[in-house]
């Protein structure tokens, strides 16, 4: 009975005239960008997510390095492998995740007419096209947390049947897979459900099943990790990425660390003067095979980076704090710029193209203002209500998100922000909605 009825509302769904434009227009946009692009953008982190793809086909991860998790590479896995069919299957995610923002919208009390207009919007900005063409997570990445989203409009999270639980908890744990980061977000959202309805008895309830496949998720892959490196890290690129937040500080290192912070101190000046990314500075080190004398496998010498990033840290507590707020969680509202590595062969196009994407992010960094804007004021009504809206736990799941991603790493802070950008303009659009306009208009219309 109720696969029949998931069934049928799916098929009412899609004979919805604007969700057929969706599909319509989501199909001949990309259709047409991909005849004047015909290129697959690979950028460095591109290679690490193939390496992976081609042990999962072997079904055999014996002797893996530890610097992905599996979760986007048994996406590539799926398209066999290939590159090719890998982007293919990115273009049909990326208009499927556009119906999941119509449904969303239409959850969240928008009308037919103005979520369609809404989801069109969205879907125009070219940063979409651009992550849907290269080897990497984000595609994949915004269609989990766009469904996480839809969930939560939906209010599939106030579900207690252990079926549905049991769904989510799966979900959760792909996500996990995809990137271990967004290890947290079922704890937080566990956490905001107990806070909703809160009394000591229910801190504990049904819904602590969607903590599980996170959990296994995440220290299953540690441990396969452990058995291929001998190190029990989600990736083995942690302690390289933990040490990009010492840049600023590395050579107020311990002493015994002087081979790595000398070093790094020289290519962050030397990345200075040269006007490139100063975040990247012990890449440039580790690419110019600067530590090779060491003799260290990447695994060993991401622990030791680990290790100097902790004593550093500890060290100096002051500009570690400077640099988490600074700098990550500052670049994090930022507009990350994907446009540099798509070239299109026709320069007229690319000219065309570049200006569009040119204004297009000065139109979404002016919504992430925005947002910062109104998150103020929903956190204020959250704690003045003591209710927990769907408004705020977007807020609340977007600000921890840049926060906890501030503390972990620096440099591309703005990517991490790229799959929650749709909820930043949903909401902003919502506060309008709902404060602005319905006290001039009947909101009905919207």
Not at 214 to 240: E, H, Q, R
Not at 331 to 345: C, L, R, S
Not at 362 to 388: D, M, P, S, W
């Amino acid at each position: 009975m109720i696969k029949s009825k998931t069934i049928h509302n799916i098929i009412s769904f899609l004979n919805q005239k604007e969700v057929k434009l969706l599909l319509l227009i989501g199909f001949l946009v990309r259709f047409i960008l991909a005849l004047l692009y015909l290129k697959i953008t690979k950028v460095p982190d591109s290679w690490s997510f193939m390496t992976l793809s081609e042990y999962l086909l072997k079904f055999d991860l014996t002797g893996y390095n530890g610097e992905r998790s599996p979760g986007y590479p048994l996406f590539i896995a799926l398209g066999l492998g290939t590159m090719k069919l890998t982007v293919v299957y990115q273009l049909i995610l990326g208009i499927l995740t556009t119906l999941f923002w119509f449904d969303t919208l239409i959850a969240l009390k928008f009308s037919q007419k103005y979520s369609f207009w809404i989801t069109i919007f969205i879907s125009s900005f070219l940063c979409h096209f651009f992550f849907e063409t290269s080897i990497l997570v984000e595609t994949v990445t915004l269609f989990f947390i766009t469904i996480l989203f839809w969930m939560l409009a939906k209010n599939h999270f106030e579900n207690t049947n252990e079926l549905v639980l049991t769904s989510i908890s799966l979900f959760f744990g792909y996500l996990v897979l995809i990137k271990p980061f967004f290890v947290f977000l079922s704890f937080l959202i566990y956490g905001l459900y107990v806070l909703k309805s809160f009394s000591w008895k229910t801190i504990i309830n049904k819904k602590i099943v969607i903590l599980i496949f996170p959990i296994l998720a995440y220290f299953g892959w540690s441990y396969v990790n452990k058995l291929n490196t001998n190190y029990f890290v989600s990736t083995t690129f942690l302690g390289l990425n933990t040490s990009q937040n010492c840049v600023y500080f590395a050579e107020k290192s311990p002493s015994e660390f002087d081979w790595i912070s000398k070093p790094y101190v020289a290519y962050r000046e030397k990345a200075i003067r040269e006007n490139k990314d100063v975040s990247m500075a012990i890449w440039y080190a580790y690419n110019d095979s600067v530590f090779k004398k060491y003799h260290l496998p990447f695994p060993d010498f991401s622990n030791e980076l680990g290790k100097f990033a902790k004593a550093t840290i500890q060290k100096n507590k002051s500009d570690y704090l400077f640099q988490v707020f600074n700098r990550s969680f500052l670049d994090f509202w930022k507009v990350y710029d994907m446009k540099p590595y798509v070239t299109f062969d026709n320069s007229l196009v690319d000219s065309v193209i570049t200006q569009i994407w040119t204004i297009q992010k000065y139109i979404l960094q002016i919504f992430k203002l925005f947002f910062i804007l109104i998150a103020t004021y929903y956190l204020y009504e959250l704690l003045r209500n003591r209710r927990i809206s769907i408004e705020a736990i977007g807020v609340i799941i977007i600000f921890v998100t840049a926060l906890l991603q501030a503390f972990v790493t620096y440099g591309t802070n703005a990517k991490y922000s790229y799959p929650l950008e749709f909820i930043m303009i949903i909401l902003v659009l919502m506060f309008f909605k709902n404060k602005v306009i319905s006290k001039r208009l009947n909101t009905s219309q919207l």
